[in-house]
């Protein structure tokens, strides 16, 4: 009897001890999960390419998500961020076409609708669209489907007003994201796309001229960059011209995100 007792509380000890683990484990990998990432890197000096550092590394790696190209290559690419219309883009889109420079511009729903002839010129130009979100979310704060919806909405509009079926590109908010973002996000047919050259130029009412605009872009300038400029600066509208030149000056090229992938993958992306 005394053994029995014994080994049924051994037993029971055991499967305690188990179920602990487990619940442990399960709560590690939902919170890992979960862990919410505020992008963000020491920009570049000197043309040195950005290092972002593990655990970020890995985590980007493992779902096709891309900050920057090749290191060896002089080789850039331009993307916009435009979540409203202020006034500027049309003159990016003209100095666009005249240097020849492809962009990607990651939009909002609402710039969708609200600005639909830019978005037209864009497409019309051969730049790539990319989706910034319907509504500008947080997007590590949804659900799945939460996420999904974004994307997807963004997507049925961009269908309807200029019949392009969907983006394959994305960009969350502010760049903060988790892990669920990069993951769902393959899931339904998107590659997460960050930068490595970005600087305050978000404030629409905030001029600084534009040798602010034109500097901190030559100073970041780095082989295999992907650029964030968002289109509602004048300030950045005025110094693309010559930023542009002169990064041709230094014998750098400009590529489009199509491109970036290419070579990534050496295979087509999708």
């Not at 760049?175 to 305050?200: P, T």
Request: aromatic fraction near 14%; hydrophobic fraction near 40%; proline fraction near 4%.
């Amino acid at each position: 009897i005394c053994e029995r007792r014994l080994l049924f509380f051994v037993k029971k000890h055991v499967i305690g001890i188990l179920f602990v683990v487990c619940a442990t484990f399960i709560s590690y990998m939902t919170i890992a999960k979960a862990e919410e990432f505020h992008w963000g890197f020491k920009p570049s000096r000197n043309a040195e390419p950005v290092e972002i550092g593990e655990p970020l590394e890995s985590l980007l790696e493992n779902y096709g998500a891309i900050y920057k190209g090749d290191p060896a290559k002089k080789v850039v690419y331009l993307t916009f961020d435009n979540g409203y219309e202020n006034g500027f883009t049309e003159s990016i889109l003209n100095t666009l076409r005249a240097e020849e420079a492809p962009a990607t511009f990651f939009l909002t729903g609402h710039y969708l609708t609200s600005a639909t002839d830019l978005v037209k010129t864009m497409i019309a130009d051969g730049h790539t669209i990319g989706n910034h979100s319907d509504g500008h979310p947080n997007m590590a704060k949804l659900t799945s489907n939460g996420m999904k919806e974004e994307w997807f909405r963004f997507d049925e509009k961009l269908y309807e007003l200029t019949g392009i079926d969907r983006t394959y590109y994305a960009r969350p908010p502010e760049g903060i994201f988790n892990e669920e973002v990069l993951k769902v996000g393959n899931e339904v047919g998107y590659r997460h796309i960050f930068w490595s050259i970005a600087f305050k130029d978000w404030l629409k009412d905030e001029r600084r001229g534009y040798e602010y605009a034109y500097n901190a872009l030559m100073e970041q300038l780095h082989p295999g960059a992907i650029i964030l400029m968002h289109t509602v600066a004048q300030d950045n509208a005025e110094a693309l011209p010559k930023f542009i030149q002169d990064a041709k000056a230094q014998g750098y090229t400009f590529g489009s995100l199509d491109d970036l992938v290419l070579e990534t993958e050496q295979i087509s992306p999708y």
